[in-house]
């Protein structure tokens, strides 16, 4: 296979795998932590710590899987295009921070430390060189 059109495929499929992950851990979160009655689910500004655990778990971890995915089976590029899908999580967590108001410490951390970090280790547990 033409090895740009496999690093095209992989990084797809390594995105779509890991949004997958990103919505089970959101869906298995509510299962197992459910939100209080009454708590607004779309402002987390009034949720209790306990409420951020798995949206954090989603956002690392979904990226960490879709940059393992890509940095395993891409040609080559292995490190940018994990960084890559880092990067594109890294886009839909800051469009959640105008859709879903939270509170400024939450947003730090998940901003700064599940994105871009996690594409990095993706790539880093492979063992594949640059």
Not at 31 to 51: F, H, N, Q, R, S
Not at 72 to 91: D, N, P
Request: one cysteine or more; proline letters at 5%.
């Amino acid at each position: 296979m033409n090895p740009i059109l496999k690093n095209i495929l992989v990084f797809f499929v390594g995105c779509i795998l890991g949004m997958s992950v990103n919505m089970g851990l959101i869906i298995a979160g509510n299962l197992l932590i459910p939100l209080a009655d009454g708590v607004d689910p779309m402002d987390a500004t009034m949720w209790e710590l306990k409420y951020f655990l798995f949206p954090f778990l989603a956002h690392a971890v979904g990226t960490l899987v879709g940059a393992f995915i890509i940095a395993k089976y891409t040609a080559s590029y292995h490190m940018i295009l994990s960084l890559s899908v880092g990067v594109f999580f890294l886009l839909g967590g800051i469009s959640m921070v105008f859709i879903m108001p939270a509170p400024l410490w939450f947003i730090v951390i998940d901003i700064f430390l599940a994105y871009i970090p996690m594409g990095w280790y993706g790539w880093k547990l492979t063992g594949q060189d640059k």
